[in-house]
C-alpha cells in the first residue's frame, strides 16, 4: 500500500516562511498525482496546490504568488514551500495521492491521505 507522512508544520509570525515535506511509502507508483489541501478548526477542508507527473502545477487564488509546490521523484518527496504566511494560513495541512479508478494497476484506484502537519500563523 502506498503511506504518505507529512512533517515540516510549526508555528510562524506573519510574513514568515515554513516548508511542508510529504514523504511517500510503500506503492511509490502510485503518486503521479499529488496535491496538498487544508483544513482550518470548523471548517471544510480545501484544495491548496497540485503537482501532476509531468510537473505540471495549480495553486488556489489564496496562496498564488506565495506557495511553491514541487517534487523530488528519485526521493519520493512532495514539498510546499510557504512565504509570506498569514493567519488566515493557519489549518493542519495534508498530502493527497489522487487515485485512479479507471487505471489499469487497481493498488493505484484509492485516494491515499496523509495524518497532516498543523501550520499556526499568528498576528
Known amino acids: 500500500q502506498l503511506r504518505l507522512v507529512e512533517s515540516g508544520g510549526g508555528s510562524v509570525q506573519a510574513g514568515g516562511s515554513l516548508k511542508l515535506s510529504c514523504a511517500a511509502r510503500g506503492y511509490t507508483y502510485c503518486t503521479r498525482n499529488m496535491g496538498w489541501y487544508r483544513q482550518a478548526p470548523g471548517k471544510e477542508r480545501e484544495f491548496v496546490s497540485g503537482?501532476?507527473?509531468?510537473?505540471?502545477?495549480k495553486y488556489a487564488d489564496s496562496v498564488k504568488g506565495r506557495f511553491t509546490i514541487s517534487r523530488d521523484n528519485a526521493k519520493n518527496m512532495v514539498y510546499l514551500q510557504m512565504n509570506s504566511l498569514k493567519p488566515e494560513d493557519t489549518a493542519t495541512y495534508y498530502c493527497k495521492a489522487d487515485g485512479d479508478f479507471a487505471g489499469p494497476d487497481v493498488m493505484c484506484s484509492l485516494d491515499v491521505w496523509g495524518q497532516g502537519t498543523l501550520v499556526t500563523v499568528s498576528s
Open positions: 503537482i501532476d507527473g509531468d510537473g505540471s502545477t
